[in-house]
């Protein structure tokens, strides 16, 4: 019998193998990459015709334009005054589409029941899965890269506007190392965009939006939680508060805006360990995503 399986009418509605079959086995090892591709070029024509999305951008592309007139207000501290605000534009809008499409690239299949009719031939639901982030990844680079451009076109403007700007700088307007500080907002978005799947995977969406920004925040502040463990007089505590500082996401080894708009060095090794971090976290989370889905009962 052909491996396709198309011809067996037991998978005549549709696209996914029943919950029953092959229950408990993740089976990555064997995803069709072509099927894959094909969810994830869908996921992503979906999120060009959605208006939310251009507005996000949109809103983030002016914000970035009106920093020029935000940094003339702080005599001598411009520059830092844009980049600052150029950063973190990139950030929180790349946070908000990584959060709030990721929690309905799943739910909205399943609501609206076309989970059983989206290809006319089944696929493994990891396949489904795996081809819904990278979508989703697919949309969030090429607005994060959007929003990239335009805030460099605000720097070179800058530059024209006032030609003296790096000689008074303490990193030149448009500093390469920027795109060290972006890098790690990519992975970090990719990050919490898994999550976000993962939630969406047994959970409403409000509920899944709330999950992973409290995350989010909670990440950001893991290195508090460390901390806390060392001065705390109960060792139970201490220990609990151990577990999550390794358990949880630590969003905050992403965030180097501070460094790199201060002219710090961030040295390559501190990216290229940082996005390895990043990516295995998010494989193990797709891999939980993969587990929770595998068993989910769509009737």
Request: charged share 15%; hydrophobic share 55%; with cysteine.
């Amino acid at each position: 019998m052909s491996g396709v399986a198309h011809a067996d009418p037991r998978y005549a509605r549709g696209l996914l193998r029943p919950a029953g079959e092959r229950r408990g086995r993740l089976a990555f090892p064997g995803v069709r990459m072509k099927v894959i591709g094909l969810v994830a070029v869908n996921v992503f024509k979906e999120s060009v015709r959605d208006k939310v999305l251009y507005s996000i951008v949109a809103f983030a592309v002016m914000l970035m334009s009106t920093t020029y007139l935000i940094g003339q207000l702080t005599a001598g501290q411009d520059i830092k005054i844009i980049k600052d605000l150029g950063l973190a534009s990139i950030s929180i809008f790349g946070l908000l589409i990584a959060i709030f499409i990721g929690i309905g690239l799943v739910w909205k299949e399943v609501e609206k029941r076309s989970i059983y009719t989206l290809l006319p031939k089944p696929m493994r639901r990891q396949e489904f899965l795996l081809g819904k982030y990278f979508g989703l990844v697919l949309t969030l680079v090429i607005n994060i890269a959007v929003m990239t451009a335009a805030f460099y076109l605000v720097l070179v403007l800058m530059r024209l506007l006032e030609p003296g700007i790096d000689a008074v700088s303490a990193a030149p307007a448009t500093d390469a190392a920027m795109l060290k500080a972006i890098a790690l907002v990519v992975v970090e978005q990719m990050l919490v965009t898994a999550i976000a799947l993962f939630f969406s995977t047994f959970s409403s969406p409000f509920l899944s939006a709330l999950l992973t920004a409290g995350l989010w925040v909670a990440g950001h502040f893991n290195s508090d939680l460390r901390n806390f463990g060392a001065v705390v007089a109960s060792p139970t505590l201490a220990q609990l508060t151990r577990a999550m500082y390794y358990v949880l996401p630590n969003f905050s080894a992403f965030d180097v805006k501070s460094q790199v708009v201060h002219a710090q060095a961030v040295p390559a090794s501190y990216v290229a360990l940082t996005c390895a971090y990043g990516l295995t976290y998010i494989a193990l989370v797709l891999v939980g995503a993969a587990a929770i889905f595998a068993r989910r009962d769509f009737k």
